[in-house]
Nanobody, 116 residues
């Protein structure tokens, strides 16, 4: 059974930082591309960042330079370090995994709210 479980969301003031974590099981983690998406109220889900099995990262223009994705293959976990947070970063953040066979998996999401 595949499980992706996010943690680390919460309320933070503008300019602050948060670190999201995603613990996984049931997948061949070291071979999968991992990523983070987000969905704000009334908007479509959008890509935030991806990190391949070769540790190559890709970021949305809106977060590049502020967010950093990383992975720990020994812990089967992926992380998203978010700095200089803005109110427009407020959203539910979802962990994502894509297998080499093209199967997609999602976590249940964690709320990030940036507000003073």
């Amino acid at each position: 059974q595949v499980q992706l479980v996010e943690s680390g969301g919460g309320l933070v003031q503008p300019g602050g930082s948060l670190r999201l974590s995603c613990a996984t099981s049931g997948i061949i983690f070291r071979l999968n591309t991992m990523g983070w998406y987000r969905q704000a109220p009334g908007k479509e889900r959008e890509l935030v960042a991806t990190i391949t099995s070769g540790f190559i990262t890709n970021y949305a223009d809106s977060v590049r330079g502020r967010f950093t994705a990383s992975r720990d293959n020994a812990k089967n976990a992926v992380y998203l370090q978010m700095n200089s947070l803005k109110p427009e970063d407020t959203a539910v953040y979802y962990c994502y995994s894509r297998s080499t066979g093209g199967a997609n998996y999602w976590g249940q999401g964690t709320q990030v709210t940036v507000s003073s």
